[in-house]
Structures are given as C-alpha cells and as structure tokens.
C-alpha cells in the first residue's frame, strides 16, 4: 500500500500538480519510485515561502478537489507530485547533438563518458546553485538510495578526471525519466543525455522522459505524447536490463550523430 493507491493520475491537471502531500515520515526510497511509477514525479518546495505560495495558488483546487491531498503527517504543500500532459519525450538513439557539437567530438575530443560511476557527484551539481532549490536533502537521500537499489541512474561526462557534465534520473521499466542535468563546459549535458540514453537503449529501455516541455528539451529531440499514451508505455511491460556503464570515447556519439 502507498498514498497513491487512491490517486487516478489521468483525472489530474495536465499543466500543474495533480497532488500534494503524501510524505509518511519522510520522503522514502519507495513512496519515490511508486510515483514514478504511475507518472508522477515530485517538486519539493525550497522551504516555508515557497510552501505558502503553493497554498496561495493552489489551495482553491485542492478545496475544490481539482487538485489531490494525499494523507501525510507533514505540511502537504511543502510537496506537489506532476504528471505533465502532453509528456515531453526521446527515443534513446533519438537525441540530438547537432552537426557543430558531433563535429567537435569526432574531431579528437578528450571527453569521455560513464554511467552510475559519480551518482553522488552529479546529484550534487544539479543540485547546487538552482533556483528554485528543489533537490532538498531529503529528496537527494531518497534518490541515492534508489540508486543504490539500481532504479536510479547517472550518466557522466569527463575531461581527463574533471566531471564537466551529468544528468541522473530514475528507472520503471521500459522509461528513463531524466530528472535534472548539468555542465561545466558548453554543451557537456548535452552529450550525457545522449550517451545516458545510448545506454539505456542498449540494454533493452524504450523511452526518455524529459518531464518539462520546452525549447531546451525540444531541441534535444523532445516530442510530445499524450499523458494517457505515456501511462500506457509505463505500464506496457518489459523494462531495461543492467546499463553497461564503462568508459567510453565521446567521439563515438559524434561519429553516431
């Protein structure tokens, strides 16, 4: 049993939260990965402010049952679940570098690239600077653990032993859903995406979830699908198997871009 054994995500706003609340003691590694699993994925508030204007903009819906109160023993608008609708999403051989950024690889670039080898170091990177901050501590625990039980993953990109890009999201069978990434150098999360989705298709994943529509993830190679369509592949069975996260050359994806 979970708080979102009651929740109908399909009945929920396309374009804001479907709910808040539902933290039982603290954001857990469990409650995180079942509302992956039915679409979900959360936005903790950066502290009392922000909560306050949750209240303040959404309180009305929640009243007016537009918008879900899962039970919790905390301040419920300190946490707001999203399930966009249209969902923003990538074939993982579909990520677009462009012609500049493959050129620059293939031409005896130093970069190379990993997977799950700096977790902690690029949930950190993402992590720091952002406004709004909505990696809290508690979310990075939560996150770290399912990356220890293999349902969160990373892809790193390196310059020599320099971290100078990263992106990290989490696992449900066939879909990867990238939750945030960063760089160091121009261009580097671009070049993690890609490598983080070459990897996944590899082992058997189908889909990329971008999560937020946008120029940005458009030009990646972001299309939308309907949140109904999501769902399904979510649920349509299969999944990746264990991502091969070895070094590799950078120059490969340009020479493959």
Do not use: K
């Not at 054994?5 to 929920?12: A, F, I």
């Not at 301040?75 to 399930?83: F, H, K, T």
């Not at 990075?140 to 990290?168: K, N, Y």
């Amino acid at each position: 049993m979970t708080v979102f054994d009651s929740l109908d995500v399909r009945l929920g706003p396309g374009d804001g939260p479907v709910a808040f609340g539902g933290s039982l003691g603290g954001l857990t590694a469990g409650e995180l990965l079942a509302a992956y699993r039915r679409g979900l994925f959360p936005l903790p508030a950066a502290d009392v402010y922000a909560s306050a204007y949750n209240e303040a903009v959404y309180g009305d819906a929640v009243e007016a049952g537009e918008v879900a109160l899962l039970p919790g023993d905390a301040d419920p608008y300190a946490l707001a679940w999203w399930s966009p609708d249209p969902r923003p999403v990538i074939a993982p051989d579909g990520v677009r570098l462009g012609s500049r950024l493959a050129r620059r690889l293939r031409n005896r670039c130093s970069w190379w690239t990993s997977a799950d080898r700096a977790f902690g170091q690029v949930l950190a990177a993402c992590a720091g600077g952002r406004q709004p901050a909505w990696i809290t501590e508690e979310l990075a625990a939560a996150l770290l653990r399912l990356h220890e039980l293999g349902a969160a993953h990373s892809g790193e990109v390196w310059d020599g032993e320099e971290l100078i890009g990263g992106v990290f999201g989490v696992a449900v069978g066939p879909v990867l859903s990238l939750d945030s990434m960063f760089h160091r150098r121009p261009d580097a999360a671009r070049v993690a995406v890609a490598d983080l989705g070459a990897r996944f298709g590899a082992a058997g994943g189908r889909l990329l979830d971008a999560q937020w529509d946008g120029p940005h993830v458009r030009s990646l190679g972001a299309e939308p699908m309907a949140r109904s369509r999501y769902l399904a592949e979510l649920s349509g069975g299969g999944g990746a198997g264990v991502l091969d996260g070895a070094p590799l050359p950078a120059a490969r994806l340009g020479r493959a871009g």
